[in-house]
T-cell receptor
Framework: NAGVTQTPKFRVLKTGQSMTLLCAQD?????MYWYRQDPGMGLRLIHY???????AKGEVPDGYNVSRLKKQNFLLGLESAAPSQTSVYFC????????????FGPGTRLTVT | AQRVTQPEKLLSVFKGAPVELKCNYS??????LFWYVQYSRQRLQLLLR??SRESIKGFTADLNKGETSFHLKKPFAQEEDSAMYYC????????????FGGGTRLMVKP
């Protein structure tokens, strides 16, 4: 099993450009999450999904959109990138409501110039 | 709103010394608390959770509701314990959303 994978690993964008980060999991998990990690601030939840076709806002959703068309995939979109979105993005997944352990991907380092 | 605070950004100890990584939280409900760890070049992974009351790699953590703390302890640090440690809180409602602290980097010197 690959677990949770993220594509791409690194990306540099210019302000105003758009991009999509892909997260895939092969563990048949119901729940999926997108976090951003900034120095000294830990991980902050952007959006999450409790099942295929559902999404919900987390702590810092502004400037991001997500989609969960297939159970195994969770996409994070930036429509118009801003320098404040320079960060490391982590995707995670978990079995379901009573499963507290989240399994994390390797991260995507995004720089917006 | 819930909040998790890890007051130390960096904790440096010598091998064999005791280690305590501090975690304080604020939450009006009944929280679930966790410690996650990220070793160099590895993914973030669960270390332990308070409800299981287990010891993992020699680490233990006790939830103190009176002091709203969940400190991580190990009596004798090893060099392989060097890593980034995150305390996290779950609100135990829809989504199992985790709120993370800012993290503490533990460096164990030989």
């Amino acid at each position: 099993n690959a677990g949770v994978t993220q594509t791409p690993k690194f990306r540099v964008l210019k302000t105003g450009q758009s991009m999509t980060l892909l997260c895939a999991q092969d563990m048949n998990h119901e729940y999926m999450y997108w976090y951003r990690q900034d120095p000294g601030m830990g991980l902050r939840l952007i959006h999450y999904s409790v099942g295929e076709g559902t999404t919900a806002k987390g702590e810092v959703p502004d400037g991001y959109n997500v989609s969960r068309l297939k159970k195994q995939n969770f996409l994070l979109g930036l429509e118009s990138a801003a320098p404040s979105q320079t960060s490391v993005y982590f995707c995670a997944s978990s079995y379901g409501r009573r499963s507290y352990e989240q399994y994390f991907g390797p991260g995507t380092r995004l720089t917006v110039t | 709103a819930q909040r998790v605070t890890q007051p130390e950004k960096l904790l440096s100890v010598f091998k064999g010394a005791p280690v305590e990584l501090k975690c304080n939280y604020s939450y009006s409900g009944s929280p679930e608390l966790f410690w996650y760890v990220q070793y160099s070049r590895q993914r973030l992974q669960l270390l332990l959770r308070h409800i299981s009351r287990e010891s993992i790699k020699g680490f233990t953590a006790d939830l103190n509701k009176g002091e709203t703390s969940f400190h991580l302890k190990k009596p004798f640090a090893q060099e392989e314990d060097s890593a980034m440690y995150y305390c996290a809180l779950s609100r135990n409602n829809a989504g199992n959303m985790l709120t993370f602290g800012g993290g503490t980097r533990l460096m164990v010197k030989p």
